[in-house]
């Protein structure tokens, strides 16, 4: 059977940006309103396939000086193994924010790494009533997130090891849940990239599980060309050949 891609899924919290102001809906704050930057209190994550779940919590000392460089250097060597990672609203806040946390700690950059948006996902191929993760994993039956309140952000800023500790917690449920969201939805969704890799050259597997076991399912047509599409039986997904059949064509084409 072909290699299975090494997948992570991960999903940080971090602290909310400081500013002066004069109104309570200030419509633009300027950069020098700045008090504080926004730093990572804790992360967790999951390679696919594997049930440990690794995560990190910043000290006391750490969460009240700002000082994350220990728990993004551990998530970095992580992210710096993966083949695709995943997470909820990775494209806007996941990899933007741990990727400039990199930066600021002056940490070296890794490889551009092949993202997944279980956000995204949700939103381009179905038509939920809502797509935060909280909301997919109840429909789905996998449970809730954990309830949490803003005191939680303020206390483990402030150094506080108990709300750390609940922070590093829901985190951690966060990451199983998402991917149990993503397995659950990755049989009806389209484009999602390759996530196996071949033993041999043209090796006849499922792209995204990497199981033989396929079965023929009609055929993807273009303006051009037809293409027999085949389904897993193991993981649900639809993929097609690379190499068009060769059907009798019509003398015109569209228009």
Not at 55 to 82: F, H, K, N, W, Y
């Amino acid at each position: 059977m072909a290699r299975k891609l090494r997948i992570l899924y991960f999903d940080l919290e971090t602290t909310p940006l400081i500013y002066y102001s004069w109104h309570s809906a200030p419509k633009y704050l300027p950069m020098d309103f700045l008090i504080e930057d926004s730093y990572i209190l804790t992360w967790s994550a999951k390679w696919s396939g594997e049930k440990k779940v690794h995560s990190r919590r910043l000290t006391p000392e750490e969460a009240v000086a700002g000082q994350d460089l220990r728990i993004v250097s551990d998530l970095r060597d992580m992210i710096a193994e993966a083949d695709i990672i995943v997470a909820h609203n990775i494209a806007k806040f996941d990899w933007p924010r741990i990727n400039g946390r990199f930066v600021m700690n002056g940490l070296e950059p890794v490889r551009p790494p092949r993202t997944i948006d279980t956000l995204l996902l949700a939103r381009k191929n179905f038509g939920f009533a809502y797509n935060k993760l909280d909301y997919l994993a109840q429909e789905f039956g996998f449970g809730n997130k954990i309830r949490t309140e803003f005191d939680w952000w303020k206390h483990a800023k402030a150094g506080d090891e108990k709300y750390l500790r609940k922070m590093e917690r829901y985190n951690r449920r966060d990451t199983v849940l998402l991917e149990q969201v993503f397995e659950h939805m990755k049989p009806h969704v389209r484009n999602l990239p390759r996530l196996v890799e071949a033993d041999f050259e043209g090796e006849w597997v499922c792209p995204s599980c990497g199981s033989h076991d396929l079965i023929k399912r009609g055929f993807h047509r273009t303006n051009a060309s037809t293409f027999q599409t085949w389904q897993c039986k193991e993981c649900g997904r639809y993929s097609r050949e690379r190499v068009a059949q060769k059907p009798k064509k019509v003398a015109l084409h569209p228009l």
